[in-house]
């Protein structure tokens, strides 16, 4: 079936504005992570939900980063008021719950704020 | 808590010579390991995993990994470098405690190969 998918693929916003982020994961996953990539550097983990349940939302660096997946699918990541510092790739994963399940990743929003 | 400790931010090697690409973990429960690759502009795409069944694992385009757990070490290697293998590498460590992941990355390693 289809992998997982993310939109937008590019996005360019000015700063202090919201952005909203889509993750569509591989259907029947039940686990879904964000990550966010500076770049040059690996993927830094921000959120995880098992169904709709946010597991872990340890990595959020502030509180203008939100995520959530109301019925446990689709998933939103929300950044509000936008700073140049947030500028990077966003990356959606998802697996199935058990003992080291892969991770799919889909293939990313690049965030620009200017 | 868990860390990933990859030793070498850059690898240059010969098309055709061997490839070694380190990575430590520590974790405090028994972890799976995975390597992703990324090319440039392109998405994360899983090499290989090991999940606490053969410590020898086999992935894709030849590449392999041995987990160590006496030397908590998960290095990749290939036996001859191919040009497409240029890209970025990344280890990842992978707690499950009660359903709970955690997931943890490394900071990769470039992998140059040069003609």
């Known amino acids: 079936g289809a992998g997982v998918s993310q939109s937008p693929r590019y996005k360019v916003t000015k700063r202090g504005q919201d952005v909203a982020l889509r993750c569509d994961p591989i259907?029947?996953?039940?686990?879904l992570y964000w990550y966010r990539q500076a770049l040059g550097q690996g993927p830094e983990f921000l959120t995880y939900?098992?169904?709709?349940?946010?597991?872990?939302k340890s990595g959020l660096p502030n509180d203008r980063f939100s995520a959530e997946r109301p019925e446990g699918s689709i998933s939103t990541l929300t950044i509000q008021r936008t700073e140049q510092r947030d500028s990077a790739m966003y990356r959606c994963?998802?697996?199935?719950?058990?003992?080291?399940?892969?991770?799919?990743f889909g293939p990313g929003t690049r965030l620009l704020v200017l | 808590a868990q860390s990933v400790t990859q030793l070498d931010s850059h690898v240059s090697v010969s098309e055709g010579t061997p490839v070694l690409l380190r990575c430590n973990y520590s974790s405090s429960y028994s972890p799976s390991l995975f390597w992703y690759v990324q090319h440039p502009n392109k998405g994360l795409q899983l090499l290989l995993k090991?999940?606490?069944?053969?410590?020898l694992v086999k992935g894709i385009n030849g590449f392999e990994a041995e987990f160590k757990k006496s030397e908590t070490s998960f290095h990749l290697t290939k036996p001859s470098a191919h040009m497409s293998d240029a890209a970025e590498y990344f280890c990842v460590v992978s707690v499950n405690s009660g359903g709970y992941q955690k997931v943890t990355f490394g900071i990769g390693t470039k992998l140059q190969v040069i003609p």
């Open positions: 939900f098992n169904y709709e349940a946010q597991q872990d």
């Open positions: 090991y999940t606490s069944a053969a410590t």
């Open positions: 259907s029947g996953h039940v686990s």
């Open positions: 994963a998802s697996s199935g719950r058990g003992h080291g399940e892969t991770q799919y």
